[in-house]
């Protein structure tokens, strides 16, 4: 094993005045969004000449965030209650808002065709929203704690969601159902990731343990314990050959799947580790924490070999147990480099402007949130539907640019006359 094969850091991130709690690549542009308790969200551009933008509109900390499957919206979770949409080329913040829950929203996530979002919450609940609507579809219930995160299948026919209940649980987001229930006796899951091949689903505990679950056989395949504290994040390599998880240990781990075991150990934030992420391709992959920063990293191992598996089926995963004193091929340390970069990144902040509700008006929009059966009960359109939040929301900052560039005009003929007046003196 080289240097050369480990993964390096790439870029730092600094402009969250609070811990960072979720990250998310766009799957369309070189773009990561971060959400964070300071409220806010940003958007980050690899480019170094572009500037980071901060989105300021929710009223408490926010938890969780989502890229839509074209990249077009972003979704977002708070424990103000709230869920909202914005759209992250809008100059000025533009987005749309819904109560979603009567407690904090603990995550969110779009379905794969991007017709629905689902989110959980701290009211022991799981909900299904149209996207075009922005309206309540039904609710998926089961637990009997706080839900910390319910993610979609890659097909969309599944929901996986996990609570401090101790379960980790499957439905049918048709049907409503539960169709199956994993038990845990020792601790409680953070968070639940699918791999891509949708076969099994991987979770982060409380227990110091990350574990994966194979849906079709319904038993547990690989479990690591391979951190001192607990891990708060997992994430599947889009090959579906690695994990990468974060632990509140201030430590990264890359598990090798087909091999079984830990392969890297990485450092450099200072304090817990809140998320990781890859990128669509899994050429890079972000990790977040408590220290406030974000970081990209390069993922450099196995190249060819995720190259090759991306788009073919994966086999299934061989029944695997890892323990914490489970050798690792490297170490790799980044705070040391980190030392020389201590000022934070240029950022431009923007408020929220809330969209006109072309769809309902207040009264409407309770009864859908408290459970309408006949709007829980519409199907949405194939095409027209799914995108018209998009449409509605893009219109609204064609708008919005059309008027910052009006008022620029205004303002260079203001210079000019000054200039001319000058000129004559």
């Known amino acids: 094993m080289t240097t050369s094969d480990c993964p390096s850091l790439e870029r730092h991130f600094r402009g969250h005045k609070d811990t960072v709690t979720a990250l998310a690549f766009n799957p369309a542009l070189q773009q990561l969004a971060s959400c964070s308790l300071d409220n806010s969200l940003m958007l980050w551009n690899f480019h170094k000449t572009v500037r980071a933008f901060r989105f300021l509109g929710h009223?408490?900390?926010?938890?969780?965030?989502?890229?839509?499957?074209?990249?077009?919206?972003?979704?977002?979770?708070?424990r103000d209650r709230?869920?909202?949409?914005?759209?992250?080329?809008a100059v000025r913040g533009t987005s749309g808002e819904f109560r979603a829950h009567t407690g904090s929203v603990r995550s969110v996530h779009f379905s794969p065709d991007g017709h629905q979002l689902v989110t959980s919450s701290d009211d022991k609940s799981i909900k299904l929203w149209s996207v075009a609507r922005r309206r309540f579809v039904s609710t998926l219930l089961g637990h009997s704690n706080w839900v910390r995160c319910s993610r979609f299948s890659p097909d969309g026919n599944a929901v996986a969601s996990c609570a401090d209940?101790?379960?980790?649980k499957l439905f049918?987001?048709?049907?409503?159902?539960?169709?199956?229930?994993?038990?845990?006796s020792k601790g409680h899951a953070f968070n639940v990731e699918w791999h891509p091949s949708g076969t099994c689903i991987g979770a982060a505990l409380s227990n110091n343990v990350a574990r994966i679950y194979d849906v079709r056989a319904l038993k547990v395949v690989q479990h690591y314990c391979s951190h001192e504290g607990p891990v708060n994040r997992?994430?599947?390599h889009p090959s579906g050959n690695y994990l990468l998880t974060a632990s509140q240990d201030a430590t990264m781990k890359v598990l090798d799947l087909l091999e079984g075991r830990p392969i890297f150990t990485l450092q450099g934030h200072e304090g817990a580790i809140t998320s990781v992420a890859f990128s669509p391709s899994g050429e890079y992959f972000a990790s977040s924490g408590v220290d406030n920063q974000v970081f990209v990293w390069k993922t450099n191992f196995d190249i060819e070999d995720w190259q090759s598996a991306l788009g073919e089926e994966t086999a299934g995963l061989n029944e695997t147990v890892a323990e914490l004193?489970?050798?690792?091929?490297?170490?790799?340390?980044?705070?040391?480099?980190l030392k020389e970069l201590q000022q934070p990144d240029q950022v431009i902040t923007t408020v929220s402007q809330p969209l006109e509700d072309r769809n309902s008006n207040t009264e409407n929009h309770k009864s859908g949130l408290h459970g309408d059966n006949k709007m829980a009960n519409e199907k949405d359109c194939n095409c027209h539907n799914t995108f018209a939040a998009e449409r509605n929301l893009q219109n609204e900052t064609i708008n919005l640019l059309?008027?910052?560039?009006?008022?620029?005009?205004?303002?260079?003929s203001l210079l000019e006359e000054k200039l001319a007046n000058l000129s004559a003196k």
Do not use: Y
């Open 59 to 78: 009223t408490d900390g926010v938890l969780d965030l989502t890229f839509s499957p074209s990249g077009h919206l972003v979704a977002s979770a708070s």
């Open 82 to 89: 709230s869920v909202r949409l914005w759209v992250p080329s």
């Open 165 to 168: 209940d101790k379960s980790i």
């Open 172 to 184: 049918d987001p048709r049907s409503g159902q539960c169709t199956h229930t994993f038990h845990e």
């Open 234 to 236: 997992v994430a599947f």
């Open 325 to 337: 004193n489970s050798p690792v091929k490297c170490k790799v340390d980044a705070r040391t480099a």
């Open 402 to 412: 059309k008027g910052t560039v009006e008022l620029l005009e205004q303002r260079m």
